[in-house]
């Protein structure tokens, strides 16, 4: 296996990164598939194009998309534990996105509609962006 493959696939993370991998990719898979498919409540990709486009996030439509995949596919990479890596870069820099464009102005309680939900979940894409997948992961099965 080619060392670049190899460094992108490996982890000595246990079992506890393996359950925070898998809880955070169900919270960015849900918020994904309100973006794309308007499940959960959400507004589908029409509805989240406004909204991207009402925060100066434009073209709307294509900011709804990528925002939206990121989440879900990224989302659905976490939980099943495949290319992990790659995808806790992408959901970071979303979250890094949210923080900044949404949330940063209403301070840190979610009460407020401040980032403190957004932050959690770029602490939890940074850990596994870090470490790896764990033990209970695709990636660690290709890897060994």
Same mark, same amino acid.
């Given at each position: 296996?080619?060392?670049?493959i190899?460094?992108v ?9 393996? *359950? &925070?991998?898998?809880? *955070?990719? =169900?919270i ?11 499940m959960?409540?959400?507004?589908? =990709? ?12 434009? %073209?709307?439509?294509?900011?709804? $998309? ?13 939980? $099943?534990g495949?290319?992990?890596? %790659? ?6 820099f979303?979250?890094?996105?949210? $923080?900044?464009t *949404?949330? =940063? ?9 401040g980032? /403190?939900?957004a &932050?959690a979940?770029l602490g939890?894409?940074?850990?596994? &962006?870090i /470490?790896?997948?764990g033990?209970?992961? *695709?990636?660690?099965? =290709?890897?060994?």
């Open positions: 296996m080619s060392t670049l190899n460094k696939l490996f982890t000595r993370a246990g079992y506890g990164l393996t *359950v &925070l991998r898998i809880f *955070v990719g =169900i960015f898979a849900a918020h994904g598939a309100q973006k794309l498919f308007g959960f409540g959400g507004y589908g =990709i029409a509805g989240t194009a406004q909204y991207m486009e009402s925060l100066g996030l434009a %073209p709307g439509h294509l900011m709804a $998309i990528l925002s939206g995949g990121t989440e879900f596919f990224g989302g659905l990479a976490l939980i $099943i495949l290319l992990v890596r %790659p995808a806790a870069l992408g959901l970071a979303l979250s890094l996105v949210a $923080i900044f *949404v949330h =940063i102005s209403h301070g840190l309680f979610m009460s407020n509609n980032y /403190e939900f &932050l979940l939890g894409s940074i850990a596994v &962006l /470490e790896g997948a033990k209970l992961s *695709v990636d660690r099965a =290709i890897a060994d």
